[in-house]
């Protein structure tokens, strides 16, 4: 439903324009029904709900719970293995020697105890032969029979939904901001925007995409309905569109199968490309890049059967090889090559992005002499970058003082690489000149703002939401490098996988480091036990979905605990019917059943390529625990991937972007000091309209404000 997705996408409900009434009880059901999942509503939303007729009203309550229980993850049934988790968890080896005992007994024969333990121990049991191991043996009602009622703490989570404006008025909201935003967006978002651009396709339209996939993603529906397309200035714009519709990823990260096109469809297709290229031969330059994406497009597209567009067909000819095209970046690189430094950054002045882009490069291989050049050449492209772009220079700037203690790619399929850094830091004197031009240009950038800045201290340390391919989905997560403060004094990690077509099995696991990021210990299915932490049971088989939880004391020995989650066996993170990781901060002595949804902090969906997930690490400091997103995945073996058999991997990739300097939201708070009047929010609503830029906005913020709460902060960057 369109409404559902308005609430989870921005917490407002779509008011409902159905008839008048009473619906005053079931405003109260719904207010406690959603304090039950840590949620609750504003006065505005509660007099609304209670305005409606019974009928109405109990639709929208019932749309409301679902939508934010889906949030959180409390649409699915969260058992765990042990009935009694966290207590009543065996010692690993006594748990498997009690399967193993237990088989031994079924087949009638009689063996030691001592003759098991040492069986268990050498490795040659199979553990999924074993009776009753890794399935569950208990239904989720006798789980909850088994707990107590959640003992409510004072730090459990309550999020505000708020009023919204009718159903439609929102969704066109939503779809401008998406569709017109200057940052890309990760899979969950563009699955949005793709379900909007359907229901807008008549309304409003942005005036500006300016990005890309974005572009790909309306023009997909434009060629699917017969319209015409808009914003197609290169070839790769076709290529993203051809991708798009067959259903592959527009990124182009990941090769698509083309499905076929209909004739109609063929033809805007290679009239757009004759269109790109008949203005601008250059644009075949960006052929050779997907050259064997272009070739499989060809065969769908029969390219030679329309002699009317021949700029099209010379598109297949450069993907074939038959003709050649030296593009921009080619002829930089020849010049790199050739050591001459100077023409390179001249070159690449015609495309200032990726001039910007390469600025690092240059300024190592360049000469004293030359380096003058690059250096005005990389001024001289400031203006006409985009912010964003400005604010990743900025960042990559802000680390080239000393060597990091390893080189980490995350590539936008978020699967991270890791080496060695041997690249020659650049000098001070260089970093300090490239730092203030930059810092100069962002603050001319911002936006003017005509009210008071009231700032939430808490999203000070959030990373600049520079492309949503740096987060999953979910609720309450922030981008790669963002750091949130953890309260209570427990953690609690759970995941949740449900299979499709074949036997899966995914194992959460918490490796241990220590301030120098050594191994200090592992919890994992073959450890359920290490310095207070806890596992809830290993779960094999998830044909109607499985969970898997682990508690963390923070009085835990360990600067850093790293909860991963493993595909030991099965379908891979996209290819499950559903997965997810996240987590929940509980008092110790807090009972309650082994998942509750007041006290989830943060959930994400695990949809990443690899083997290996690693969502987030939490790192102890002078201001206490601190949630250190991360989103990333590694490799992995196809299977039986095991949390001892990557510490040394894993640990790397944390220390790598654990020790980074990110550019955050106190950053451009910095820049607008210098031209806005700004506060720190301490709780005190004022009486003039504001500009709120927070986590969450607080309630009855003064009529005439404006507020840029988690789901709208990539808004604040510059354009």
Known sequence: MLEKMIIQKTLRVPASTDA???????????????????????????????????????????TVVSAVRELVGDHDQHNAYFIGFPDDVPDTIEFWTDRLRAAVLTGG?????????????????????????????????????AHDDLITAAGDRVTLLRLGDAADVEATRLYLALAGSSTPHGEADLAILSELAVACVDGTQPAEIPVRENRAVLNGIQLVLGRPLVAVDTTTDVLRLACQVSGGDVSLVTPTRFRAFRRPERRVLLAALNKVVGASPDKLGDVVRYAERWKRLGERLHPHEYNQWPHAQEVFAVARGERRVRNLAGRAEAAIRAGAIGPAASVLSAAPGLLLRSADRLLRLASASERAVVVEA?????????????????????????PASARMYVGRSRRAWVGP??????????????????????????????????????????????????AEG?????????????????????????????????????????????????????????????????ITDATNGATEFIDVPLTVRGQYVVPQV?????????????????????????????????????????????????????????????????HLYLRGMPSFNRVEDNTFTTADRVRALVERRYLTMSYLVDRWRARAEVMMWNGRLPDEPITFIGIEAPEDLPDGSEAYTLGRLSELIPE
């Open 20 to 62: 008048a009434g009473d619906g005053t009880s079931v405003a109260r059901q719904l207010d406690a029904a959603l304090l039950d999942v840590g949620f609750s509503v504003s006065q505005s939303l509660l007099e609304h709900i209670g305005a409606l007729a019974p009928r109405p009203a109990l639709d929208l309550a019932a």
């Open 109 to 145: 024969g009689t063996v030691t105890d001592a003759q098991l333990r040492d069986a268990v121990a050498s490795g040659g049991v199979n553990l999924l032969d074993l009776p009753a191991y890794g399935t569950y043996q208990h239904t989720y009602a006798e789980l909850l029979a």
């Open 378 to 402: 990389v001024t001289g492209a400031l203006g006409s970058a985009s912010g964003r772009v400005l604010c990743s220079l900025r960042e990559h700037v802000g680390n080239r003082l000393t």
């Open 421 to 470: 850094d041997e690249r020659r830091p650049l000098p001070a004197g260089l970093v300090a000149e490239l730092s203030s031009l930059l810092d100069a240009e962002i603050s001319a950038r911002l936006p003017e703002s005509q009210r008071p800045l009231v700032v939430d201290p808490e999203v000070l340390d959030v990373a600049l939401p520079l492309s949503g391919k740096a």
């Open 474 to 538: 979910g609720f309450a997560v922030l981008p790669r490098g963002s750091r949130a403060s953890v309260s209570g004094e427990l953690l609690r990690f759970f995941t949740y996988w449900r299979q499709t077509n074949r036997r899966t099995d995914y194992d959460l696991s918490v490796l241990l480091l220590d301030d120098e990021f050594h191994a200090a210990g592992q919890v994992s299915w073959t450890n359920y036990h290490h310095d207070g932490v806890v596992h809830s049971g290993d």
């Open 566 to 630: 493993y595909i030991y066996a099965g379908g891979s993170f996209d290819e499950v019917a559903e997965s997810m990781f996240g987590y929940q901060t509980r008092t110790r002595d807090q009972r309650g059943a082994p998942f509750d949804a007041r006290t989830v902090r943060a959930r994400s969906h695990l949809r990443g390529q690899g083997r290996v997930a690693l969502p987030v690490v939490f790192a102890r400091g002078e201001r206490g625990w601190q949630a250190v997103w991360l």
